[in-house]
């Protein structure tokens, strides 16, 4: 059974750092780029970053991009999500996804980031 | 860029088939045939439902159906179920720097 299991989120202050974490299983997890999608209070869904197999290539968001770094470790089966200068706009559920050919198959079931004073 | 376009709330009764637009460009929509569906009911992970503008996953019941014209595409539910109630996102992989834009989501309702 594939599983995507985040971790990580908490309440941080806005100028403040974190790292998201999500453990992969039940997949060849080396096989397969992955992916960061988050979701703020209320509003739709945004993709953040991806990363290839072999953590060689990484793509951002404009949005974010500079302030966020993705990674992989493969012998971990795990992927992570570095977030620095956080915003009240960062405020977000954040997933972890699996990407198919040229799509997102498989959704971790996301874990919540807030940035709040 | 910009958040793919679709409409903030569709809504239809059991039986019936409602349709969700969602407009691009042609840097996104209109460029690639890859156009993706998800379904999210609130509180669990989003559900992979339509790739590539029309194909459908395995286990995906075919009353979901997906087209694409020019720059937009669209979602058809046929035979509206009451668990077809959730979110449905429409996502593209675009030639600008952000890769993937995704929709602002439609709330389908089942009257």
């Known amino acids: 059974e594939v599983q995507l299991v985040e971790s990580g989120g908490v309440l941080v202050q806005p100028g403040g750092s974190l790292r998201l974490s999500c453990a992969a299983s039940?997949?060849?997890?080396?096989?397969?780029?992955m992916s960061w999608v988050r979701q703020a209070p209320g509003k739709g869904l945004e993709w953040v970053a991806n990363?290839?197999?072999?953590?060689?290539?990484?793509n951002y968001a404009d949005s974010l991009r500079g302030r966020i770094a993705i990674s992989r470790d493969n012998a971990r089966n795990s992927l992570y999500l570095e977030l620095n200068s956080l915003r009240a706009e960062d405020t977000a559920l954040y997933y972890c996804?699996?990407?198919?050919?040229?799509?997102?198959?498989?959704w971790g079931q996301g874990t919540l980031v807030t940035v709040s004073s | 860029q910009s958040a793919l376009t679709q409409p903030r709330s569709v809504s239809g009764s059991p039986g019936q088939s409602v349709t969700i637009s969602c407009t691009g460009s042609?840097?996104?929509?209109?460029?690639?045939?890859?156009v993706s569906w998800y379904q999210h009911h609130p509180g669990k992970a989003p559900q992979f439902l339509i790739f590539?503008?029309?194909k459908r996953p395995s286990g995906v019941p075919n009353r979901f159906s997906g087209s694409k014209s020019g720059n937009t595409a669209s979602l058809t539910i046929s035979g509206l179920q009451a668990e077809d109630e959730a979110d449905y996102y429409c996502?593209?992989?675009?030639?600008?720097?952000?890769?993937?834009?995704f929709g602002g989501g439609t709330k389908v309702t089942v009257l």
């Open positions: 039940g997949f060849s997890f080396s096989d397969c780029w």
């Open positions: 590539e503008v029309s």
């Open positions: 996502c593209s992989f675009s030639d600008g720097s952000t890769h993937w834009l």
């Open positions: 990363i290839n197999q072999r953590g060689s290539d990484e």
């Open positions: 042609s840097s996104d929509v209109g460029a690639y045939d890859y």
């Open positions: 996804v699996r990407h198919g050919y040229y799509n997102f198959d498989f």
